[in-house]
């Protein structure tokens, strides 16, 4: 495996490659990203990681300096896994000051945007910008970040990108919680609180298998019942899998999408419905 910082040294080096699987990270990894990078093994015989931290998609009270950088240990996890870890600092990404961004659509402003505004706008510029240094015929993102993934999605299909986008299964502990970074920040009583936000989105699930249709009561019940357990709640919200628009009745391609805080940590999660 090989570790790359320099722009100019990645595209020397992918210069022959023509079947690059690429999946993008902010490093701190844990399983979840090793099973997606292990799934991007058989997308493409070039497996490339980049770990970056993004400074555009942190917010004025989002501390970009304090975000854990453990590039040494996030390249022993992906021994084995990777061809290529790009690895590049802040000036190698941003040699000047970005101007240019993408207009987003507004799905961007809403749920996860609607509380982060200018996320989604420096997650899509720096997203772009690693699609067009790596140059890959697939990326791998995770779906546990699904309204990142269906912007990316959008963006890719709009700006007629030649790269697939797959969406990689969300890994979960053995308790349902969904595996992320911010994990980590969990008290032991919040970490054993924690699989109560997809508990609670299952049972959402349900009631929608069941043919309950009021989707905003359906809303409303699961928010209630995560804040009287001590959730500081942003939003449950019922959606439609393609472009994340407000579902009608008759909508059969579901996704309840979550937001909450537990003390001090920030989770998300959701669960997608077929009906």
């Known amino acids: 495996m090989q570790v790359i910082h320099s722009v100019a040294e990645l595209r020397a080096r992918l210069a022959q490659e023509r079947s690059i699987a690429f999946v993008p990270t902010m490093g701190n990894l844990h399983a979840g990203h090793v099973a997606l990078v292990e799934q991007a093994r058989q997308q493409g015989k070039c497996v490339v990681v980049s770990i970056f931290v993004n400074p555009l998609q942190f917010g004025p009270n989002e501390d970009f300096d304090k975000y854990p950088r453990t590039l040494e240990a996030d390249c022993e996890k992906l021994q084995g896994s990777a061809d290529i870890v790009f690895a590049p600092a802040v000036a190698e990404m941003y040699p000047e000051q970005q101007s240019f961004y993408i207009e987003l659509p507004p799905i961007a402003s809403e749920l996860c945007g609607m509380q982060r505004p200018g996320h989604f706008r420096g997650m899509a510029t720096v997203v772009l910008k690693l699609l067009n240094l790596v140059q890959p015929q697939v990326a791998l993102f995770g779906k546990k970040d699904y309204q990142q993934l269906e ?37 032991d009583e919040e970490r054993t609180e924690a699989p109560q936000l997809h508990l609670t989105l299952a049972q959402v699930g349900a009631s929608l298998g069941r043919g309950v249709r009021g989707f905003s009561a359906l809303e409303d019940e699961a928010m209630e019942m995560l804040a009287k357990r001590g959730w500081q709640v942003e939003y449950v919200s019922i959606r439609c899998q393609q472009g994340l628009g407000k579902p009608k009745v008759n909508e059969r391609q579901l996704v309840v999408l979550a937001a909450a805080r537990l003390g001090v940590t920030r989770l998300i999660d959701n669960l997608e419905v077929c009906l």
């Open 151 to 187: 912007i990316i999605r959008q963006m890719v299909t709009q700006f007629n990108l030649p790269v697939s986008i797959v969406g990689g299964e969300t890994v979960r502990a053995i308790d349902s919680l969904a595996l992320s970074s911010r994990n980590q920040y969990l008290s």
